[in-house]
C-alpha cells in the first residue's frame, strides 16, 4: 500500500505545474492533499478524477482558502467530513476515507505565521483536536493521519531551529503538544521511524534561496496507529520535480486492508 500526502498550496496552480501528470506514475492507492485553494464548483475534469482515482475534498467556506481532499483507487467504505467543531470544519481541514479496517485522514493544522489571530486560532484547532486524536488512537482500529501539521517536531527536523524557538511553527508548546501525540497516545511519526537522517524537509520558504540550499521544514507528516506504523517499509521525499512549496511525502506499507 503506497501513499501519498503533498500540501498544492493551491490545487489548480498544483495541476499547471505537473501535478498530475506525475500522479498515475506513482501508483500510489490513496494520495492525500491540503491547501486546495478551491470550493467544489471549481474543481472539474482532471483535478476531480485524475486517471484511475476518484476524488473527494472538503473545501473552506472562504474562497481561496485552505480544503484538503483524498484521491483513492478503490471505492471507500464511508467518507466522513470534518471534525463534528464549526470552527475548524469551517476551514476545511479535515477529510477521513475508511477502508476496512483503516481510515486515512487528510489533514490541515493552520499556520500562524500570520499574526496573533491565526495562532490564536492555530492553538485553539490543537486544544479542540486533541480529543479526537485520543478517540482515533484508541478505537481499535488502524488510523493513518496524513497531511501539513505546521509544527516542525525536533531541532532536526528544520535547518535554522537556533532562531525559530519563537517562532510559530517551532514554538515550545506545538512542539510539546506534537510530543503528547507521540508519547501519550503512541501514535507514531513514520517517516522518522524509518529515517532517523538530518536535513529531511517537506516545505521550503520562496524567500532567500531556501530551496536550492536545502533550508527547509519537516512539517508534512504520516502519524500512524503503531500496528501500521510497524508495517511501513520505505519512505521517501519527491524533490525532483516541484508542484508546491511543499514536497510530496510518500511512505510504503506491508498492508492491505
Known sequence: MRIVT????????ATSKGFFDWLPRQEADVI????LKAQQGDIHGIMRAPNGYTGYFHCAEKK??????????????????????????????YLRADFGNLSIISLYLPSGSSGEHRQAAK???????????????GCGREVLLCGDWNIAHKEIDLKNWRSNQKNSGFL??????????????????VFRKINPAPDQYTWWS??????????GWRIDY???????????????????ERFSDHAPLIIDYDFNP
Open 6 to 13: 503533498l500540501n498544492l498550496n493551491g490545487l489548480r496552480s
Open 32 to 35: 492525500c492533499v491540503q491547501e
Open 64 to 93: 481561496g482558502y485552505s480544503g484538503v481532499g483524498l484521491y483513492t483507487r478503490r471505492s471507500p467504505d464511508q467518507i466522513m467530513e470534518g471534525t463534528g467543531i464549526p470552527e475548524i470544519d469551517a476551514e476545511g481541514r
Open 123 to 137: 492553538f485553539f484547532f490543537m486544544e479542540h483536536f486533541f480529543p479526537l486524536l485520543q478517540s482515533l488512537a
Open 172 to 189: 515550545p508548546e506545538e512542539r510539546a503538544w506534537l510530543s503528547t501525540v507521540f508519547d501519550e497516545l503512541k501514535l507514531v511519526d
Open 206 to 215: 520562496n524567500r532567500g534561496q531556501a530551496w536550492a540550499k536545502n533550508v
Open 222 to 240: 504520516q502519524i500512524a496507529t503503531p500496528g501500521l506504523a510497524g508495517k511501513a517499509t520505505v519512505a521517501s521525499i519527491y524533490k525532483d
